[in-house]
């Protein structure tokens, strides 16, 4: 007998946002994680050996949460979510003392292109201008909904104007677009820099518009108080409003399938559990269609696919987290006082040039010279540490299979920490006597954490053309519809993909609601 009518694999914000929905559109569903706690990348941790210093371990810069429509439709505010979004969002301090800023206010970013060419913070202005229709009519609504057919897609965009101009800009590479469109060294690093925060390989063609939508975007960099896992806290006090059930430390061993249809999962417990109407997986294709399906249900041309799906070269990032006496003091700040109060800070990075050695780096498993970035979350919400004290992170980008293994890392974590505490205190000489206490965590330990970020890719999926849009994750599973009726896919390899968007899961409920023929009137806004 089944007691519930879906079941939902893996806990993540995705997972969690579908199974609000279906709760609130009335059907009684199980989210089932195999971890101890719920929330996947919205991870939130206390230094075991310094109580009260908290640290977020994995996504914490995020884009505009307040926006997303789910926000709102669940709630969360109701159930405790608060978002901080500082002006100065972001700074790129230069190793001579300069600094690109990017601003809540748009005037004061192109102020500060500026300083560094005047051609430059025009230009900015120009596509700023250009953009902000095309992303507000196309490009933010194509990610809120499930993808058509690409042939579809460029039929609908050929018909206007703005549509047009985004399929000529989305022909160049983003490295094209920069290079064609920007003159100065740091600008054009800059700008290229939040580019990669995307992953998107910026020599491959067809995405050369994510730049200028970037330039035009309102959606600014967030925090949430109290640390990104209160943003889980949140959304499983809106599952459990809304009836459903999470259950934590329960991992399948298979999903099952019967008369062709989805119709439950076996946990590694040997435990059965069923569902009326549908199965649906956060986790990435090897997971899902490889593990968890018996071989004779994954029919050989879909095996290909999900052998060839490619998990994200440049995703992995290493992290340093420490506990501070007092925040960074950058020696920037001495002239540009507002930096004391920057909230994303980028260091190492002064030239283009650097991207292509970081990807030559990446494709031969070695670490480049370091270009890291972070932010001390305690200068806005002095909650993550003990009264007076100050937590602060710095990521960068490195290989999974460092030297050949990703095994190495256990031997060089702790050696590559010290080297990044060392290029951190040339530019915040403070650190040296600030630091109280640190760890570090590799890409290997994110993959140990969290193994749906396979090779560490926190994007769950390469962006590269045929593994976007309608393609997400591959031919024939696009749209969240797999090649077994009644089993779906919710998690960041489905359109529009990783990062905390939470659109994976909000177009998946739109899809699974329709497929049952419930009426989505009421549960969206
Ligand atoms: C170091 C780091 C920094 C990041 N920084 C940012 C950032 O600043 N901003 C941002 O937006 N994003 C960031 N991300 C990326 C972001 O965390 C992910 O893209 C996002 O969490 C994906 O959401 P999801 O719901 O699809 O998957 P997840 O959050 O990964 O959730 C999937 C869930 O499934 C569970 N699971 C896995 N396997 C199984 C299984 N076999 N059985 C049952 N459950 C399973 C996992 O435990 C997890 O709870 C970062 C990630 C990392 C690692």
Do not use: Q, Y
């Given at each position: 007998m089944a007691n519930y009518d879906g079941i939902i694999i893996g806990a993540g914000h995705n997972g969690l946002i579908l199974q609000a929905y279906l709760g609130k559109a009335g059907l009684k569903t199980l989210c089932i994680e195999r971890?101890?706690?719920?929330?996947g990348g919205l991870s939130t941790v206390e230094d075991p050996r310094h109580p009260g210093f908290l640290h977020n371990t994995h996504a914490f810069f995020q884009r505009a949460i307040t926006t997303m429509p789910w926000y709102a439709d669940l709630g969360l505010e109701r159930h405790g979510a608060r978002y901080i979004e500082p002006e100065l969002n972001v700074a790129l301090l230069t190793r001579d003392g300069d600094a690109l800023e990017w601003w809540t206010d748009i005037d004061r970013t192109v102020a500060s292109f500026a300083e560094f060419s005047r051609r430059d913070a025009d230009t900015l202005r120009r596509w700023q201008h250009e953009f902000v229709p095309i992303l507000r009519d196309i490009l933010i609504p194509e990610s809120r909904s499930v993808p058509v057919p690409p042939d579809q897609r460029r039929a609908a965009l050929e018909k206007s104007a703005a549509g047009r101009r985004l399929l000529a800009v989305s022909e160049l590479s983003p490295l094209e677009f920069v290079h064609r469109e920007f003159e100065h060294p740091t600008v054009k690093a800059g700008l290229l820099f939040f580019n990669g925060l995307r992953e998107?390989?910026?020599?491959?063609?067809?995405?050369?518009h994510h730049i200028a939508a970037l330039l035009a975007s309102p959606a600014k960099a967030q925090m949430s108080r109290g640390g990104s896992a209160a943003l889980a806290r949140a959304l499983e006090a809106s599952v459990r409003e809304n009836g459903g059930e999470i259950r934590l430390m329960t991992e399948p061993a298979r999903i099952i399938v019967e008369s062709g249809r989805a119709v439950g999962v076996e946990t590694h417990d040997g435990e059965v559990i069923r569902a009326r109407q549908f199965v649906a997986s956060s986790l990435n294709p090897t997971q899902t269609?490889?593990?968890?399906?018996?071989?004779?249900?994954?029919p050989h041309h879909i095996r290909e696919q999900v052998e060839g799906f490619q998990y994200n070269l440049l995703a992995p990032l290493f992290a340093l987290h420490v506990n501070l006496h007092e925040p960074p003091r950058y020696v920037?700040?001495?002239?540009?006082?507002?930096l004391a109060r920057a909230f994303m800070v980028i260091i190492?990075?002064?030239?283009?040039d650097q991207f292509l050695d970081i990807v030559r780096h990446h494709e031969a498993g070695t670490i480049p010279p370091t270009v890291m970035w972070g932010a001390c979350p305690t200068l806005f919400d002095p909650s993550q540490a003990p009264p007076g004290e100050h937590t602060a992170f710095m990521w960068e980008k490195l290989p999974y299979r460092l030297n050949g293994d990703p095994a190495n890392w256990d031997r060089a974590r702790e050696a590559h920490g010290n080297a990044m505490v060392a290029l951190w205190q040339q530019y915040a000489p403070n650190l040296l006597d600030a630091v109280i206490g640190r760890f570090t965590r590799s890409p290997l330990d994110v993959e140990r954490e969290l193994p749906n970020m396979r090779e560490g890719d926190l994007l769950v999926g390469a962006f590269t053309n045929d593994q976007v849009g309608y393609h997400r994750p591959f031919r024939g599973a696009g749209a969240y519809r797999t090649h077994i009726p009644r089993l779906y896919l919710c998690g960041?390899?489905?359109?529009?993909?990783?990062?905390?968007?939470g659109l994976p899961g909000y177009n998946a409920a739109h899809v699974i609601l329709s497929e049952l023929g419930i009426s989505t009137k009421e549960i969206f806004a």
């Open positions: 971890r101890h706690v719920a929330g998107v390989d910026l020599r491959v063609k067809g995405f050369g269609f490889i593990d968890l399906l018996d071989d004779g249900l994954v920037a700040s001495a002239a540009r006082p507002e190492g990075l002064d030239h283009a960041s390899s489905s359109h529009p993909g990783g990062n905390v968007t």
